[in-house]
């Protein structure tokens, strides 16, 4: 099994010293820088499997570091912040990080996030056409979705909704991220559409569409979508 290599940017001593310690316990590889300038160099120079990044950086805003980043590499982004304000979660994963969790913060919860993340990176560097979820599998190529082994009837819509929820399980997603990968440019702020088509799906793949256990809605951010098998590769 490899040893994953996760790449801290905090300025908290303790934060960071609480992270490199559970790491350590977890057969994690570590290293740590504390600004957005030490940060880049340390990324370019080590090649990390996942990041851990705080926003509030001594040289700047942390989602100008994830901007950065997600112009030369996808790897993983899991900030860590003790910034709660709605606004502030969604313009971290607008930036492009993966996943957002709030200062304090429960070490169980971060080593799952971290676990999921580095599964759904190392599944998409090894997709093949199925991918499974539960009782949903869906064929890429033959653009078939299948739900407790019978074919789901999806609108065009439908069917590019789930899609993208299925290709980016267990991640929080915007309202604007899905509307822009689903509808197109120009849609973002369309958030009847959304939440119409989400309400629609719910009915078609849930077991209790009032009590979802797929497509969660995250108040005031978006949808994620609860996988809590690994997808055949």
């Known amino acids: 099994m490899k040893n ?12 960071k010293k609480l992270l490199e310690i559970t790491f350590r316990e977890y057969q994690f590889n570590s290293i740590s820088c504390e600004s957005k300038k030490s940060a880049i160099i340390m990324f370019l120079s080590h090649n990390p499997d996942l ?4 926003l509030g950086l001594p040289d700047g805003d942390g989602k100008v ?3 950065q980043i997600r112009e030369i590499s996808k790897i993983p982004i899991i900030v860590l912040s003790a910034r709660h304000d ?13 996943d957002y969790i709030t200062k304090p913060f429960l070490v169980n919860e971060l ?21 499974t979820c539960g009782n949903l599998e869906m064929n890429i190529s033959s653009r078939d979705i299948f739900f407790q082994g019978q074919l789901l009837k999806l609108t065009p819509i439908e069917y590019e909704l789930l899609k993208y929820f299925l290709l980016n399980a267990n991640k929080t997603l915007t309202h604007k991220q899905i509307l822009k990968e689903v509808w ?22 849930e077991q209790n569409s009032t009590r979802p256990e797929h497509i969660k809605t995250e108040s005031g951010i978006g949808y994620r979508f609860y996988c809590n098998n690994e997808r055949k590769n």
């Open 51 to 54: 990041l851990i990044v705080d």
């Open 111 to 131: 080593l799952a996030r971290i676990r999921a993340n580095l599964r759904r990176n190392k599944e998409e560097t090894t997709l093949s056409d199925t991918i």
């Open 4 to 15: 994953y290599l996760i790449q801290i940017i905090e300025d908290d001593p303790s934060v």
């Open 184 to 205: 197109g440019v120009g849609y973002q702020n369309e958030m009847q559409y959304l939440r119409t088509y989400v309400n629609t799906l719910r009915k078609k793949i």
């Open 86 to 98: 709605e606004k502030e979660i969604v313009a971290a994963l607008d930036a492009g990080a993966d």
């Open 65 to 67: 570091f994830i901007k």
